[in-house]
């Protein structure tokens, strides 16, 4: 019979932090931060269909500090659960799985997020005229 | 013969009879999603400070609407497939384990119709 208290086996406690574990874990919790983001999403989308009055209030939340740093957060999210995603369906395929490679890759997936997620950010101040 | 023993069969324990459907979804949804939300960053980058005015016509642009639609669609089914997976792990109290993916699915679903909504009401003016 299953009991509650029995040994959980790996125990995670005791494995040395690696490169693959700590990105495997990330991509667990930027698809959580990104579920939680969607509702950003809708709400701008209702706010769009509702009126000009909801959508400046929407809008200025945004442009506040505190709205930047959301979109910060969840872009650097999106970009890494983008490219980890592409990673993962790569082993998915079979390929990739071995040690240099899963490593580098993982490098590559972290260069590129953070690389993507500046672009971004400097596209959309361009686009504001900002820079 | 079946090799399952008659406590189990009672029990409806053993395969689910569902194969991968589910592991199958969360990678369709993943494939669809790269070119959807490579368009949409994009698209919002290049919008960035745009007024209403500006945003309702690109909402109601047929190909954009089309785009978002599909978009909306893709986004809500994968993640509530992967947030399942999420509750499905760490969860173990039955109850709260189905109550908590029963509110997710709920959520997915009437967050994904406000979306859809919002976005025809745009586009049909």
Redesign the interface.
Known sequence: MAS?NRPLSPHLQVYKPQLTTFMSITH?AT??A??VG??M??CW??A??TG?TA??EVQAFLGSIVGRLLLLGW?FA?FYH?CN??R??FW?AGKGFEIETAYMTGRIVIAASILLTIG?WL???A???VI | MSLRSPLGKVRGLGSAKEGVAHWWAQ?MT??A??PL??WF??S??????AD?DA??TW?ATPMVSIMLVLLTLA??HH?QL??QV?LEDYV?TEWLKIASIAIVKFAAIG?AV??I???V??ALG
Do not use: Q
């Open positions: 509650n667990r698809g959580i990104l579920a969607t509702l999403l809708v989308l209702i769009a269909a000009e959508f400046n872009s999106l983008l995603g592409l993962h369906l998915d971004a596209w959309g101040y686009a504001m005229g | 990678r993943a494939v999603l790269v939300m490579i960053v994009a919002i980058c290049a919008m960035t400070g209403y945003v309702r909402i986004v809500f993640a992967g947030l999420v173990h967050l406000a979306s909504f919002s976005i009401k745009i």
